[in-house]
Nanobody
Framework: HVQLVESGGGSVQPGEPLRLSCATC????????VGWFRQAPGKEREGVAA???????SYADFVSGRFTTSEDGAKNTLSLQMSSLKPEDTATYYC????????????????????WGQGTQVTVS
């Protein structure tokens, strides 16, 4: 049973950084892709960042170089380092995983992913 467990959420002031982690317990795949998504109240879920098995990363336009995702395969942990946070970054952040790379067009599309964590709240105010 694949488990994804996010941690690291919290409340910060605008401009401050925050680091989210996602433990990908019992998840191993040589062609996988892992992504970060977020959903603010009253808004649709949107893709934030993703990293493929070969280390290729993808970011939403609104990230504008502020976020970096990385994966420690040995520890089965995915990280999202966020800097210069803005109030509009306030949302519940989720990590998601897929056994295969969904393709460049779908890498930030939530419906392409099979496994999801429970989410962690990020509040910027």
């Amino acid at each position: 049973h694949v488990q994804l467990v996010e941690s690291g959420g919290g409340s910060v002031q605008p401009g401050e950084p925050l680091r989210l982690s996602c433990a990908t317990c019992k998840y191993t795949s040589t062609t996988h892709c892992v992504g970060w998504f977020r959903q603010a109240p009253g808004k649709e879920r949107e893709g934030v960042a993703a990293i493929a098995h070969d280390g290729t990363t993808s970011y939403a336009d609104f990230v504008s170089g502020r976020f970096t995702t990385s994966e420690d395969g040995a520890k089965n942990t995915l990280s999202l380092q966020m800097s210069s946070l803005k109030p509009e970054d306030t949302a519940t952040y989720y990590c998601a995983a897929k056994a295969t790379y969904p393709g460049v067009a779908a890498v930030l599309v939530g419906s392409a992913y099979d496994y999801w964590g429970q989410g962690t709240q990020v509040t910027v105010s």
